[in-house]
């Protein structure tokens, strides 16, 4: 009988140690593919642990294609295709665009933030302190090119406490927003690459990516995210994915993709994999998903990630975690910018993160956003327009799916919303392969609606999908 030891559990619950142990078993080889578990009782039994505890461990592991499930069979391990691992490097210390603004009655494709729930009062304190406290030339010369030293150490040690990843504050390079950063990195890899991204996937990035003179392809997904194989016709040499919550799909990539990828990666010279990891901080239930990043062991995966969603779209602070010989290159080529975030907003961010205000707001916006999704599905289950959509995707990052039971068209149930005061977006604007997109899977952000509307968004987005007879009837 498989059996681990929780005399060293670190902090943390049950699950998550057990949890774990298993990945750890599962990506060393200690146990095969295709091996068969043991039973969640008869494992609970032998650990000395609840039930609760074995599943909740291998609902995760699922999640994360760790295991896999066969009806009244059990848990199975996956086949991982792992390829030899690299010495490691020597240390070194060196969309959509912008849309123009109807008056809507509710926006369901904003990620606008719940201003009220800011910690302004802790924010202005923050940075009257270091207006007091640090040195003035500091704070009036020129901004280094990768960030202030103080907020990229307060970065590594979030990502470190939070995601899992041991990075140096050197690889952390800051800048004033993700579109910033995208060009840092066409300029680091070179515009005569091939860049990949997701089909379907945001219509910003190929706009950004085309913007700046590169070669975008678009690379078709399956039921576990890119698919390899067109991803090799493809010609790609840099991939840009969203593996941990897929926007607009809501997929996770699961473990066996991932080193697929990296597999991809490591036969060519030159090539790399951008993972952007956007809205990691609102996973609703479950641990947060492992980072590509963290499984890396051939420096090539470039992370991405931005204080815009957290925070509030008005912070343009997002930040690179760079491959050492991708830093000693940035510091080669570009050391000489000016950095392009004020150091008064980089050092109280910084403070911010040291002193855990950071995690008390996202705790606070997590339990809002669970709300919001909770009540907000309430109303269209138990409204008439329950029995007409499916909703999907719905524990991870702030929207959801809605798979709607109709005749009418995307582009009919659009104009519908848009006459009931609804601004939304269906999954098939966002391919841009129009051959094989998907119809009547509506994308519903519920991040900046106020909960006082979620009744009258419930009853509008009924009237636009459903008949007007069905719906008076229904609702009479």
């Known amino acids: 009988m498989l059996t681990y030891s929780f005399d060293s559990q670190v902090p943390g619950s049950m699950y998550e140690h057990l949890y774990r142990c298993i990945r750890e078993d599962i990506v060393t080889g200690k146990l095969a593919a295709h091996e068969k578990l043991p039973s969640k009782r008869s494992f609970a039994k ?9 599943e909740n461990a291998y609902t995760q592991l699922v999640i994360e294609g760790y295991l896999y499930a066969k009806p009244k069979r059990g848990f199975f391990v996956s086949a991982l295709d792992r390829q030899p691992k690299p010495p490691p490097p020597p240390p070194s210390r060196i969309a959509v665009t912008d849309r123009e603004r109807g008056d809507y009655f509710a926006d369901l494709t904003d990620s606008g933030v719940a201003a009220d729930l800011f910690p302004f009062s802790v924010w202005l304190r923050l940075l009257r302190q270091v207006m007091a406290v640090e040195d003035e030339k500091t704070l009036l010369t020129d901004r280094p090119a990768g960030g202030m030293l103080q907020l990229r150490e307060a970065i590594a040690e979030h990502l470190r406490a939070f995601r899992g990843m041991r990075v140096s504050p050197e690889q952390i390079i800051v800048g004033a927003g993700t579109e910033y950063l995208y060009s840092v990195l066409i300029q680091l890899l070179g515009r005569h690459r091939i860049y990949g991204v997701e089909d379907p996937g945001p219509l910003r990035l190929t706009r950004i990516y085309e913007r700046n003179d590169v070669d975008c392809r678009h ?4 039921e576990g995210g890119v698919h390899p194989r067109a991803l090799y016709e493809s010609g790609a040499e840099v991939l840009h994915i969203t593996p941990s919550h897929h926007f607009p799909t809501g997929l996770v990539m699961p473990v066996s993709r991932r080193y697929e990828l990296l597999a991809w990666a490591a036969e060519g010279d030159g090539r790399y994999i951008i993972e952007d990891d956007y809205d990691c901080e609102f996973r609703l239930s479950g641990r947060p998903i492992p980072t590509f990043q963290s499984i890396d062991e ?15 779209p008005a912070f343009r602070i997002s930040y690179l975690v760079l491959p050492w010989h991708l830093v000693r290159r940035f510091y080669d080529t570009l050391g000489f910018d000016s950095g392009t975030v004020s150091c008064f907003e980089q050092l109280t961010l910084a403070r911010f993160l040291f002193e855990g205000h950071f995690e008390r707001h996202i705790n606070r916006m997590r339990n809002h956003y669970r709300f919001l999704r909770d009540s907000f599905i309430s109303e269209i289950r138990r409204g008439p327009l329950g029995e007409y959509v499916q909703i ?3 524990d991870s990052g702030v929207h959801f799916l809605m798979k709607v039971n109709t005749y009418q068209t995307d582009v009919d149930l ?6 009931e005061g609804l601004r939304l977006s269906a999954v098939s604007q966002y391919y841009h392969d129009t051959g094989t997109r ?11 609606l106020p909960a006082e509307k979620l009744p009258e968004t419930a009853r509008r987005l009924c009237r636009c999908i ?9 609702s009479g």
Do not use: C, M
């Open 46 to 54: 032998n650990l000395g642990v609840s039930n609760t505890t074995v």
């Open 298 to 312: 051939g420096e090539r995966v470039i992370y991405i990630n931005n204080f815009s969603q957290s925070l509030a």
């Open 466 to 474: 459903l008949p007007r007879e069905k719906w008076e009837e229904r």
């Open 392 to 394: 999907t995707q719905e």
């Open 438 to 448: 998907e119809e009547h899977v509506l994308v519903i952000n519920y991040s900046g």
């Open 414 to 419: 659009l104009q519908a919303a848009q006459a």
């Open 219 to 222: 690379i078709p997904l399956d």
